[in-house]
């Protein structure tokens, strides 16, 4: 389906953290990298709001990056998230991303400052221009209060060759639609919910960057392959078990119940930073009943 930077799914990668909540926890985090590669997955991100990328200092960036790249080597592809509202600071992540050897680049829409379709297209331009690396563009509206719209993301794949995917989670089927019906064909579109990636992937999209796969990465890349492969009947049934799993991960703010769930299994401790809080008492059980049939 063309020479893209994966297609199927990547897991958006949560980031693991010692109890205390004050450093990354390394050792948790190559184990997951291991599980999700040994689950079948075909590509990583590192860095992405399920990373909690928001709260990641610059110091320990630098160095997870590097460690991850270095941990994965070559297995699979691996996808940092680089944006933020700052175009300057963006620039600074995405050159060190490419320096550590990413293969590819997540540059998220800005957040909070809300540019015009014009200021984005600038903003991507300016990181394009400082480094070759390939660049995924992440559309979520519902985090960042600012819709990518499809002209744009068509206009800046045709203007930059090095613009080769986006990640769609702007939940409208029409934005999808117009997305597949009008890119070119270096340009890969990804399904950024896990929920809309077999009707993505029916119109003709190229795969999903994933937040269950965190804990079910066999069975929802099993899904994804069966809908590319275009066996319909066993990517219905895949979606239809998996359905409320995917829909669990969303019971709270994401990544709340997928490390939640992470942290019943013994994977990682199930710390998160600030704002961000540990999954409520009411909320953890319905995630467990949500999982249990699938583990």
Avoid at 112 to 132: L, R, W
Avoid at 197 to 214: D, E, K, Q, R
Avoid at 240 to 247: G, H, I, K, N, V
Wanted: include cysteine.
């Amino acid at each position: 389906m063309g020479d893209f930077l994966f297609t199927g799914t990547g897991t958006a990668l949560v980031t693991p953290f010692t109890p205390d909540g004050e450093r990354i926890d390394h050792e948790a985090f190559r184990r997951h990298a291991d599980m999700q590669i040994a689950g079948g997955v075909e590509a990583l991100v590192v860095l992405g709001t399920t990373g909690e990328n928001a709260t990641i200092w610059p110091a320990e960036r630098e160095k997870l990056v590097i460690a991850a790249i270095e941990h994965v080597d070559g297995r699979v592809p691996v996808i940092i998230g680089t944006g933020n509202n700052s175009t300057s600071e963006s620039i600074v992540f995405s050159k060190q991303a490419a320096t550590a050897g990413a293969d590819g680049l997540l540059v998220v829409g800005p957040y909070y400052n809300k540019p015009t379709q014009a200021g984005f297209k600038a903003h991507v331009q300016a990181i394009a221009a400082e480094t070759h690396c390939p660049i995924v563009l992440y559309n979520v509206p519902g985090r960042t209060s600012f819709n990518i719209l499809p002209d744009t993301i068509l206009e800046l794949a045709q203007e930059i060759p090095s613009v080769v995917g986006v990640k769609e989670a702007s939940g409208s089927i029409a934005q999808i639609g117009d997305l597949i019906a009008g890119r070119p064909d270096h340009l890969a579109v990804y399904s950024g919910d896990d929920e809309m990636t077999l009707p993505l992937v029916a119109m003709g999209g190229h795969g999903v960057i994933s937040v269950v796969a965190n804990v079910l990465p066999a069975a929802f890349s099993n899904l994804t392959r069966a809908a590319l492969e275009g066996r319909l009947d066993d990517a219905r049934q895949g979606h239809f078990d998996l359905l409320e799993a995917m829909r669990a991960c969303f019971y709270e703010t994401n990544p709340i119940p997928v490390k939640a769930m992470l942290a019943e299994m013994g994977r990682m401790d199930g710390r998160l930073r600030l704002p961000l809080v540990g999954i409520t008492d009411e909320t953890l059980p319905r995630v467990i009943e949500a999982f249990r049939p699938h583990l």
